[in-house]
Nanobody
Framework: QVQLVESGGGLVQAGGSLRLSCAAS????????MGWYRQAPGKQRELVAT???????NYADSVKGRFAISRDNGKNTVYLQMNSLKFDDTAVYYC??????WGPGYWGQGTQVTVSV
């Protein structure tokens, strides 16, 4: 089992920044993909960014150039730096740890990000 705890969400004005953190504990030795997803009201959960244990990153087109995903292997933590936030970035952000090809993996409880105009 893997436990994920997100933090760092909040209310920010458009154009501002936030940094999300996801701390993992438990059996994470086999995990090789870590990522952030988000779900806005009335919409499906969507990919924001992922990073592999080798450092390869992938971003949704809507956040490229504004968001940056990173990891600290020593702290078993993944970060999402969000800059130039827009109203449309408002959502609950979820952390995900998984083994590539082995199903949906593990999810955190989510952290709310609200961007005001």
């Amino acid at each position: 089992q893997v436990q994920l705890v997100e933090s760092g969400g909040g209310l920010v004005q458009a154009g501002g920044s936030l940094r999300l953190s996801c701390a993992a504990s438990g059996s994470i030795s086999s995990i090789n993909v870590m990522g952030w997803y988000r779900q806005a009201p009335g919409k499906q959960r969507e990919l924001v960014a992922t990073i592999t244990t080798s450092g390869v990153t992938n971003y949704a087109d809507s956040v490229k150039g504004r968001f940056a995903i990173s990891r600290d292997n020593g702290k078993n933590t993944v970060y999402l730096q969000m800059n130039s936030l827009k109203f449309d970035d408002t959502a609950v952000y979820y952390c995900n740890f998984r083994v590539l090809g082995w199903g949906p993996g593990y999810w955190g409880q989510g952290t709310q990000v609200t961007v005001s105009v």
